[in-house]
């Protein structure tokens, strides 16, 4: 199955930074989402990016899906940016998601 | 509902009864995911459903796990005779299946205690 690898893997921040996150895929996907795991637990959809630039008020992602990688930006962090944010990726359109082991971001006041 | 809905939260059971975890998938949404998440672990895949199409079950991590959709909506999450290591939260996720469009959406998850 495909192989998900998300770097780094815990990122300890000053509030007003700026982070990127990657995520490297080793096969050619149908979908590619953000999530932001919060303290509660709770996943949030960041971005639906199999391809291409979106932006998000201060979060941006990037896939470069040729290459096999994604970027996701955080500018100008926040406490309320900790937690978990995981890359999860789709091989075909009917198959499950498979998750990285994700990036445990830390902002401190 | 607006979002993917489960229950219970919350559910604590004694090593050795069986448990039942439902899972209500967005509106109009075809396929619907099964992950297990334990304490500081990252998510781990059980089960996956598309419509009329035979699940993927190959995440199950034991015959004492099964899951079942009823009429393409609903789905159930049974464990038989827990045991303690299957503590952990069990999250549903459910998407579109077409082309363009596949984002998956979360439910808050049920976190399930055996003692």
């Known amino acids: 199955g495909i192989q998900v690898e998300q770097s780094p893997p815990d990122l300890i921040l000053q509030e007003g930074a700026n982070s990127t996150l990657r995520c490297n895929f080793s096969?050619?996907?149908?979908?590619l989402q953000w999530f932001h795991q919060n303290p509660w637990g709770q996943l949030i959809n960041l971005f639906y990016i199999p391809s291409g630039t979106k932006q998000n008020g201060r979060l941006s992602a990037t896939t470069v899906a040729t290459e096999r990688y994604s970027l996701l930006y955080i500018s100008s962090s926040q406490t309320t940016d900790s937690g978990v944010y995981f890359c999860?990726?789709?091989?075909?359109?009917?198959?499950?998601?498979?998750f990285g082991e994700g990036t445990q971001l830390t902002v401190n006041p | 509902g607006a979002g993917v809905s489960q229950s219970p939260s919350n559910k604590v059971t004694e090593k050795g009864k069986d448990v039942e975890l439902r899972c209500d998938p967005i509106s109009g949404h075809t396929a619907l995911y099964w992950y297990r998440q334990s304490l500081g672990q990252g998510l781990e895949f059980l089960i996956y459903?598309?419509?009329?199409?035979?699940?993927?079950k190959s995440g199950l991590p034991s015959d004492r796990f099964s899951a079942e959709r009823t009429g393409g909506s609903v789905s159930t999450l049974t464990i038989q005779r827990t045991q303690q290591e299957d503590s952990a939260v069990y999250l549903c996720?459910?998407?579109?299946?077409?082309?363009?469009?596949?984002?998956?959406?979360f439910g808050q998850g049920t976190r399930l205690t055996v003692v």
């Open positions: 096969d050619s996907v149908n979908n």
């Open positions: 999860a990726v789709q091989e075909t359109s009917g198959s499950r998601l498979t």
């Open positions: 459903f598309q419509g009329n199409s035979a699940p993927d």
């Open positions: 996720a459910s998407s579109q299946y077409r082309t363009g469009n596949t984002e998956a959406f």
